[in-house]
């Protein structure tokens, strides 16, 4: 069972709350508004958010790997390759160190796991750490 205040569980409730979307729509909406926060919610929610978007993006284009740099965003691999959004360094620096904290990735160059439930279903991100760059391997897909 997830602590109600845990990241882990924080991230799924984005993930859950956005699986309708069709997230570059949502990403190009937010960038558009100027990335603006929804008035009375704390700072982790936009980068929780914004790896939800990211992470839901990649699955649904059934891709096997997405990476997300700081300063240059997000890659999503599978058929085809391709950026999406840039969003601001500071919450996609957030979102990743939250994604590591909740992989338990303690020390540089570390992999770790994340198990999400994606409707009637789970799956296993393998989140690694290369310098700057994340990669989220999404086997099964």
Same mark, same amino acid.
Request: proline fraction near 6%; charged fraction near 25%.
């Given at each position: 069972? !997830? ?17 309708? /979307?069709?997230?570059?729509?949502? $990403?190009?909406?937010?960038?558009? @508004? ?13 980068? !929780?958010? $914004?790896? =939800? !978007? ?8 059934? %891709? /096997? ?6 300063? #240059?965003? =997000? ?17 996609? @620096?957030?979102? $990743? ?5 909740? @992989? ?14 994606? #409707?009637?279903? %789970? ?7 290369? @310098? ?10």
């Amino acid at each position: 069972m !997830l602590d109600s205040d845990s990241p882990h569980k924080r991230l799924q409730e984005q993930i859950d709350c956005q699986l309708e /979307v069709t997230p570059q729509a949502v $990403l190009e909406q937010w960038k558009q @508004a100027g990335w603006n926060e929804e008035p009375g919610t704390d700072g982790d929610e936009a980068p !929780l958010k $914004l790896m =939800a !978007l990211f992470i839901l993006e990649a699955i649904k284009e059934r %891709s /096997v790997r997405l990476t997300v740099d700081k300063d #240059k965003g =997000a890659t999503i691999y599978g058929d085809k390759t391709y950026s999406l959004e840039g969003a601001p360094p500071h919450f996609i @620096a957030r979102g $990743l160190e939250i994604l590591r904290e909740i @992989a338990g990735m303690d020390v540089p160059g570390s992999t770790g796991k994340i198990v999400l439930g994606i #409707k009637n279903d %789970s799956l296993e991100l393998i989140v690694q750490k290369q @310098a700057g760059l994340h990669i989220i391997n999404i086997p099964g897909i």
